[in-house]
Antibody, heavy 121, light 107 residues
């Protein structure tokens, strides 16, 4: 069974940093694109970032480009999102989601349970 | 690609048919997925490639459309189907884009 377990969320002050992790199991992690998708409280879904299976290619939404960095450690089956210069509008539940191929973004299946990031003073 | 879903809220009685719409600002071919999200849960894939049901999704769910107009139909609503549904395009990215969601509620 494919499982994705996010961690690392919490309360952080504006301008601060946080690193999210997503531990994957039940599939060959290095064979799949992985993404982060977020959902602000009471709002819809917003794609944040994606990374190819090898880790060589990364992609970002304009809203986080230059502030967030996606990475992966295929030896540990773990996906990361380093978030710097955090703003109030980054407050959201952050989901990691598995892609369907080694490269390229398509649909997401499955999703982790999410980790809440709150940016507030 | 901007994805626009309608209606924002749909009220339907159990056992009835529900039809949800998703429109793309430009053609996305058949590169469209639908997700179901219940309160406090992560989204769950329902349909991909516009019309292919995901593993474990009941046959009462069907997707149709291509280009800019898409529909998710639930033929006979069960209690567990009441949720928010999002469409997502993956034809032209980045960015991947989602619709704003349709809340399907019990009438």
């Amino acid at each position: 069974e494919v499982q994705l377990l996010e961690s690392g969320g919490g309360l952080v002050q504006p301008g601060g940093s946080l690193r999210l992790s997503c531990a994957a199991s039940g599939f060959t992690f290095s064979n799949y694109v992985m993404s982060w998708v977020r959902q602000a409280p009471g709002k819809g879904l917003e794609w944040v970032s994606a990374i190819s299976g090898s880790g060589n290619s990364t992609y970002y939404a304009d809203s986080v480009k230059g502030r967030f960095t996606i990475s992966r450690d295929n030896s540990k089956n773990t996906l990361y999102l380093q978030m710097n210069s955090l703003r109030g509008e980054d407050t959201a539940v952050y989901y990691c989601a598995k892609g369907v191929y080694l490269t390229g973004c398509h649909w997401f299946d499955p999703w982790g349970q999410g980790t809440l990031v709150t940016v507030s003073s | 690609r901007v994805m626009t879903q309608s209606p924002a809220t749909l009220s339907v009685s159990p056992g009835e048919r529900a039809t949800l719409s998703c429109r793309a600002s430009q053609s996305v071919s058949s590169d469209l997925a639908w997700y179901q999200q219940k309160p406090g849960q992560a989204p769950r894939l329902v349909i991909y490639d516009a019309s292919t049901r995901a593993t474990g999704i009941p046959a009462r769910f069907s997707g149709s459309g291509s280009g800019t107009e898409f529909t998710l139909t639930i033929s006979s609503l069960q209690s567990e189907d009441f949720a928010i549904y999002y469409c997502q395009q993956y034809n032209n990215w980045p960015p991947i884009t989602f619709g704003q969601g349709t809340r399907l509620e019990i009438k």
